[in-house]
């Protein structure tokens, strides 16, 4: 089955601990993305990327890290400078052709701090 | 920048109706997409349909259909014979459309959560 895949289900965070949120997908799309979202809120773009080696920072880039070292896999860390990272993490993916309108989400990472 | 807005936060149905959930959005371009996706509560979002701005004819799938006032800037989905696994979140999007493809930005609204009463 083609789809996007999210690890662990729910993770959680001591002070000043980096943790790192895994996605994958095998459905050769070329971009990836990484959302959060809070309650009450839309979804946000922390990074974004459209080729392997190469990504952007999205709205709220601060205290997140990214690489994109194979195209089918786009880690994302919170570092211990992300001062609120409780938070719904979703991961997307499209193609960038002009087909390419449509991101299809993973499940989601559950990020709490103890 | 684009804006998208949800003003319902709650919505209720009853099982076997039909609901309408609203969406306003703010653009200067004239050529984009609209979504909508659902969020159930085991929070993976799923695409429910999409609107292509340039297309007149409303987008419809099963029992989902939208209404698209390209004018208004309203993009409303209206969900037939309710049922109780349609109860779930759902985010309203934009996307900008490009001919030669690439990266867009998608704006998200903040939700409205639906209720399906038995």
């Known amino acids: 089955d083609g789809g996007i895949t999210q690890s662990p289900k729910y993770l959680f965070r001591k002070e000043g601990q980096n943790v790192t949120l895994s996605c994958e997908q095998n459905?050769?799309?070329?971009?990836m993305y990484w959302y959060r979202q809070d309650p009450g809120q839309g979804l946000r773009l922390i990074y974004y990327?459209?080729?392997?080696?190469?990504?952007q920072k999205g709205d709220i880039a601060e205290g997140y890290s990214v690489s994109r070292e194979k195209k089918e896999s786009f880690p994302l860390t919170v570092t211990s400078a992300q001062k609120n990272p409780t938070a719904f993490y979703l991961c997307a993916s499209s193609s960038l052709d002009r087909a390419g309108e449509t991101q299809y989400f993973g499940p989601g990472t559950r990020l709490l701090v103890l | 920048a684009q804006t998208v807005t949800q003003s319902q936060p709650e919505m209720s149905v009853q099982e076997a109706e039909t609901v309408t959930l609203s969406c306003t959005y703010d653009t200067s371009e004239s050529d984009y997409y609209l979504f909508w996706y659902k969020q159930p509560p085991s929070r993976q979002m799923i695409l429910v349909i999409r609107q292509e701005a340039y297309k007149q004819q409303n987008a419809t799938e099963n029992r989902f259909s939208v209404n698209f006032q390209k004018a208004a800037k309203s993009f409303s989905l209206k969900i037939s014979d309710s049922q109780l696994g349609d109860a779930a979140m759902y985010f309203c999007a934009y996307r900008f459309r490009m001919n030669s493809g690439g990266y867009q930005k998608v704006t998200f609204g903040t939700g409205t959560k639906l209720q399906v009463i038995p």
């Open positions: 459905l050769n799309h070329d971009a």
């Open positions: 990327s459209q080729i392997v080696n190469d990504f």
